[in-house]
């Protein structure tokens, strides 16, 4: 919907770049208020639970009102009478969407492996060797940083093209990435990570393996792909467009299969080997920016 209001191209990404920015706070933000309505979670009774849904039910309403009542431009719904079928099989025509679809399989895995990975590495007394809440607190910053990453993604999102911020970003994470696998993990330096303290949560700094510093700043990196690797798969399919959409978003499924593989590999060979597995997602990624994102299909008829 974003990039269909952007009209494609820089806007429609800059467009998701904002609607991920939103998405990022109230991931971030979430978390603290149910923290805050329920309490500790240990004493906490099941009516405790109750302003929560209350509150989720709101939201999920709202949502059915704004939708309903704001009228949407879909410019290609009078367009095609194709049956779905039809229309999936034309979108899986286009190179392009194939090795996009491919991307956000890929990137939704290495987005959610890499902090996955890091937060049981940094728990282990035989590895991070950091208390689990800590741990939690440093992986957190990964998405913290995510948030930051597409706040400046929707800043620039106009003037930068998808394929540039993708590129950079897919590079950046690589060099990251291996960074963290070569890395020492005795040297320790100071990160700075929200802390639980006697009275409270503060912001301070905490001892890690410069590993995990690595790992955690690639979160900028994922921040603004989902946008990029959507706004360059889809761009020139036309009336393929809302099944191509359809067919993408069930490739989001990387996000629980590359993970599984990563966690196998981290349990028979150790952490940072596993992370071999996001070198090569990085790796596609950044071949998806420079080589499988130009439309070589237009002869193919949207209209």
Not at 28 to 43: D, M, S
Not at 69 to 90: C, Q, R, T, W
Not at 154 to 173: C, E, Q
Request: charged fraction near 10%.
């Amino acid at each position: 919907m974003l990039n269909t209001l952007g009209g494609g191209g820089n806007k429609g990404n800059q467009l998701i770049q904002v609607g991920g920015s939103f998405n990022s706070i109230m991931a971030t933000l979430t978390p603290i208020l149910v923290g805050v309505l329920i309490g500790e979670a240990t004493k906490a009774q099941i009516t405790d639970v109750f302003p929560v849904m209350y509150i989720a039910m709101a939201v999920f309403a709202l949502a059915f009102v704004v939708l309903w009542a704001v009228k949407i431009p879909e410019p290609n719904e009078e367009k095609s009478n194709e049956k779905l079928g039809d229309l999936m099989a034309g979108a899986l025509k286009f190179r392009h969407f194939v090795l996009g679809a491919i991307a956000i399989f890929v990137y939704v895995g290495l987005e959610v492996g890499t902090p996955g990975i890091l937060n049981l590495f940094l728990s282990d007394p035989n590895a991070g060797g950091i208390d689990t809440t800590t741990a939690g607190f440093v992986v957190g910053t990964y998405w913290f940083l995510m948030l930051i990453g597409r706040l400046v993604g929707a800043s620039i999102g106009g003037k930068v093209s998808s394929k540039i911020m993708l590129t950079v970003a897919s590079a950046s994470g690589l060099v990251l990435v291996l960074c963290g696998i070569f890395s020492s993990t005795s040297s320790l330096v100071s990160m700075p990570v929200l802390q639980q303290t006697t009275t409270g949560i503060s912001f301070g700094l905490t001892q890690v393996p410069i590993t995990a510093v690595f790992f955690v700043l690639v979160g900028l990196c994922t921040s603004i792909m989902w946008g990029g690797i959507f706004n360059l798969a889809v761009e020139g399919l036309g009336k393929y467009l809302a099944a191509a959409s359809g067919i993408f978003m069930v490739l989001v499924c990387g996000g629980g299969i590359l993970p599984a593989i990563q966690g196998y590999i981290a349990d028979v060979a150790g952490y940072l080997p596993s992370y071999w597995v996001v070198v090569a997602c990085l790796a596609y990624l950044l071949f998806y920016a420079l080589v499988g994102s130009k439309n070589v299909n237009k002869d193919i008829p949207v209209d």
